[in-house]
């Protein structure tokens, strides 16, 4: 028997079925049969790729120089020119508006408000806000100009111009200025009515969106016309334009203020901070002016401008002791509130710009040189014909009489022009002496300067020297012909006859009060004595008899209870148009008391064509009206002396 194992015989299983096609069925625990795969492919052909290399190094190269021209950039815009576009950046974000300072306010001498400025808006308006691409409508500054044309009074299509600026970087721009608060709250009311139907209806667009406000401030003058002449006014700039508004603009204006801050579609950005100089509000003014008889004597000036057709007149009032100005009115005046409707001529202080032959009012000039110089008396005796040769000329009074036998203080009384001739011609040895001598006292009494106040457009007058007076003007002179002179000289020489023969300069301003109430008071005016205190003494009573006297030319002045000391005037008037006489110029000046002065008051009619265009008949009575109403409102007492009654006449 063999050690190996016989080999296993197999034992066949049962049949596995077939299946139709001639395929045997897997029996049971048989492996499924593989189905057959798709035909293989032949062999296909291998391809060779290239090197990436070259791509990859050309790929490189391009981002190394895009790269290297962004860092160049970069170092242009953080190295190079960071200054620059910083700026530029600042420009873009940051503005700088302008803070105006408050004016100062205009006082009459008691603090009555005379001029003061009050809340008002600069409307401003961003135009890259009303753009198309804004708006999304083309006509926006078309639309925006005629909702706010009518409300600030300004052009429609200049408004236009104003919006659609031809830089169109500009994002500020100044509509109108110093507006009501009235004014900016009706386009406020605009603006938020717009946004409110804007988000309710999408046709409709706040094409007011880019307006908006500085505050400012404005002039106000609540008087009206009142002082106009004095006050000025102040222009669209916020300048004073005229009067003391102008001369005082420095004091007035005080200095502008800025701030700094960041916006963003016209609006402030409230936190990226700003910077701000504060403005420095300018000093109040306080004036000689008392309101009271500022009114006085403009309402009786344009009374009688109107009833006698005049082409204006002035009045002055004036303290004679300290040369305070306490009125000066003129007629026809203007609104400085609003000079849109203003009369252009009327325009200016015609009392200080107007320059016109005195008349019979500078005879009391002649009458103080003849006395100063004890060429005569008022007793002196003069006989006066009806007519007087001198020169190539004969010369007369206004009007014809016999023979007169008068006083000096007659001549000044009766206002004759054939007296004055005579007492003045004692002057000197010589004509030529005489009128040196009547030169240098007109020169003392302020004539041929200016009155000290410094003011805009005031005229000197004209006074030529004593050798350039023609044959005529040697003897017209100490009447009141062939020499000029403005409002304020001719008061400023009763005043100083009133004062004692002291002339004390003009003033207007009594000072100035700052911010934190501190007063300064102006200074003081310069003084200087042009005649003795017994001549001006003498004078005044000699004035008396002008008034007091029934042979005297200015009884209308008379005031019951008071001495009055005046003088009448009727001048040929130099039409300034042609420069040929035409018309007359009808003034009264005066003071009173006579006894003890306190103020003096000068009133002048300029071309009175209906009515009297007599100074004694026509400004008589203005002189009366004005120096009642101021002695009253001085609370002067009534005079308790009784009148010097100097004689006029004697026989012969």
């Not at 009032?317 to 252009?344: C, K, R, W």
């Not at 200080?352 to 005569?376: H, I, R």
């Not at 209870?561 to 130099?574: I, M, S």
């Amino acid at each position: 028997m063999s050690d190996r194992e016989p080999p296993r015989r197999r034992v066949p299983g049962p049949a596995r079925p077939v299946r139709p096609g001639g395929r045997r069925q897997p029996g049971p625990g048989a492996r499924p049969a593989r189905r057959p795969g798709p035909p293989r492919p032949a062999a296909a052909r291998a391809i060779r790729l290239g090197s990436p290399r070259p791509r990859l190094r050309l790929i490189g190269l391009a981002l190394t120089l895009v790269m290297s021209a962004f860092v160049v950039r970069l170092l242009q815009v953080q190295a190079v020119d960071a200054g620059t576009y910083a700026a530029k950046a600042e420009q873009n974000r940051y503005v700088v508006h302008t803070l105006p300072a408050e004016r100062g306010g205009i006082t009459d001498r008691n603090g009555v408000a005379l001029a003061s400025t009050v809340d008002a808006y600069d409307i401003t308006a961003d135009p890259t806000m009303f753009t198309r691409e804004q708006l999304k409508v083309g006509d926006g500054p078309e639309q925006a100009a005629a909702l706010l044309a009518p409300i600030i009074g300004e052009d429609q299509e200049d408004l236009v111009d104003v919006l659609r600026p031809k830089n169109k970087e500009l994002r500020y721009v100044r509509l109108a200025r110093r507006q009501t608060p009235q004014v900016w709250n009706q386009i406020k009311d605009l603006k938020t009515a717009l946004t409110k139907k804007a988000e309710t209806d999408k046709s409709v667009v706040n094409v007011l969106a880019g307006v908006f406000a500085d505050p400012s401030s404005k002039r106000v003058y609540p008087g009206g016309d009142l002082a106009a002449g004095i006050l000025g006014w102040v222009g669209a700039d916020g300048k004073g334009g005229g009067g003391l508004e102008r001369k005082l603009n420095e004091t007035l204006a005080g200095k502008d203020g800025k701030i700094r801050y960041a916006q963003s579609g016209g609006r402030q950005v409230p936190t990226a901070g700003s910077t701000e100089t504060p403005a420095v509000p300018g000093s109040d003014v306080e004036l000689t002016i008392d309101r009271d008889i500022q009114w006085a004597a403009q309402h009786a000036i344009s009374r009688q401008v109107e009833k006698s057709k005049a082409d204006g007149g002035y009045v002055i009032v004036q303290d004679t002791a300290t040369g305070e100005i306490l009125a000066m009115a003129n007629s026809p005046g203007f609104d400085p509130g609003d000079l849109a409707h203003a009369d252009p001529d009327a325009l200016g202080n015609a009392a200080l710009q107007d320059a016109f032959e005195p008349g019979s009012t500078a005879k009391v000039m002649s009458m103080a040189a003849v006395l100063e110089e004890k060429a005569a008396t008022p007793m002196t005796h003069l006989t006066i014909p009806n007519r007087l040769k001198r020169g190539d000329r004969l010369f007369k009074d206004d009007i014809d009489h016999p023979t007169w036998y008068l006083t000096l203080n007659g001549v000044l009384a009766k206002s004759s022009n054939i007296g004055t001739i005579m007492a003045t011609g004692e002057l000197g040895r010589t004509q030529e002496e005489a009128n040196k001598v009547l030169h240098s006292y007109l020169r003392k009494f302020g004539l041929g300067g200016y009155s000290g106040l410094g003011f805009p457009g005031e005229t000197k007058g004209i006074l030529a020297p004593p050798d350039q007076w023609s044959t005529s003007q040697q003897y017209t002179i100490p009447f009141g012909q062939g020499v000029s002179v403005n409002a304020l000289q001719a008061a400023s020489v009763y005043s100083t006859i009133a004062n004692g023969g002291v002339r004390v300069e003009p003033t207007l301003v009594r000072g100035t009060k700052e911010d934190d109430g501190r007063f300064t008071p102006a200074p003081e005016p310069k003084k200087t004595r042009v005649i003795s205190e017994k001549t001006a003494k003498t004078l005044s009573q000699m004035l008396e008899s002008v008034v007091d006297d029934e042979e005297g030319t200015g009884t209308k002045a008379r005031i019951p209870g008071y001495r009055v000391a005046g003088k009448t005037g009727t001048a040929n008037r130099v039409d300034p148009a042609t420069g040929m006489y035409k018309g007359y110029t009808s003034s009264f000046a005066g003071f009173a008391p006579a006894d003890k002065p306190r103020v003096t008051v000068y009133c002048a009619i300029q071309n009175a064509t209906e009515g009297s265009y007599f100074g004694g008949q026509i400004c008589g009575p203005i002189y009366k009206q004005v120096m009642e109403f101021a002695l009253k409102t001085l609370q002067v007492p009534p005079t308790g002396a009784d009148p010097a009654n100097l004689p006029v006449t004697f026989k012969p």
